[in-house]
């Protein structure tokens, strides 16, 4: 008080928002995007700044159709601009044990094809093999459309995304394997989530390192539970986890499209 006359707070801009924004600055500069590709964009770009969106286009993609001599920029320039800028340039590893390789690829066409067959209300953006902000590869899921509330199995579905990769690494390998450490923090988010949000019943402690025992042997028999799930999930998907991963380490990145072309193909 007496410093600000008023604060304004400004809000995110919800799907209509970024669409017009979208749709703005697509009018300043050359490109080849459908209506389609901007949908998808706006899905995409949920949680971004009208900044954001501004150097995704007019200075990122124009630089990637600029480099492969293209007069007009395209979806995955805009894709690959909003990659960087969340998670950084790619930092490929030149020297890569062949075995870890694989395990990384198998890993994350294990979350890839969690997602596309649990996971109806998201959508894949890409996934990749190629180091890139730390993580040695990653799928990109995003929300179609802006979530404010979610069905308790929302909780349990993301759960099994997270342990999907570890499943079917050690189903195609024959071992399990170490990493993903941010896998963890994801199926633990999602645990306490579930907890909090009503899972076992009203929650009555807000603190997990005050869980009683009881409560602590019931998340542990939900993990289990969860655990068993993925294996299934990956094993009658394997032909698709193979094809996943098979693309991923012939062209270390792919897109989301690919993705669930490979997942979607009649089994042989």
Known sequence: PGRFDMRIHVDMPTATDREAILRGYLGKVKNSLS??????L???????????????????????????????????????????QQLGLENPISEWNEE???????????????????????????????????????????????TYAVPL??????????????????????KPWSGASEDYKLVQGNLWAYYQNGGFGVPLINDPDKLGGDMKKRLDEFLKESQEAATTLVTFHRAAVERVAAALLEHGTIGGDEVLALVERAEP
């Open 35 to 40: 209506d389609s590709d901007i949908k998808l």
């Open 153 to 174: 199995d929302y909780f349990k579905r993301n759960i099994i995304v997270g342990l999907a990769g570890f499943a079917a690494a050690e189903l195609t390998m024959g």
């Open 100 to 146: 870890q390789r694989r395990q990384v690829a198998f890993h994350e066409a294990g979350h890839a094809v969690a997602i596309a067959t649990l996971m109806p209300d998201q959508t894949i953006v890409c996934a990749t093999i190629r180091r890139r902000g730390g993580a040695l590869g990653f799928v990109l899921p995003v929300q179609t459309e802006a």
């Open 42 to 84: 706006v899905a995409y770009t949920q949680g971004t700044t009208p900044a954001h969106i501004s150097r995704a286009m007019l200075t990122d993609a124009c630089r990637f159709a600029i480099f492969d001599k293209r007069l007009a920029i395209n979806r995955n320039d805009m894709e690959r601009g909003l990659l960087e």
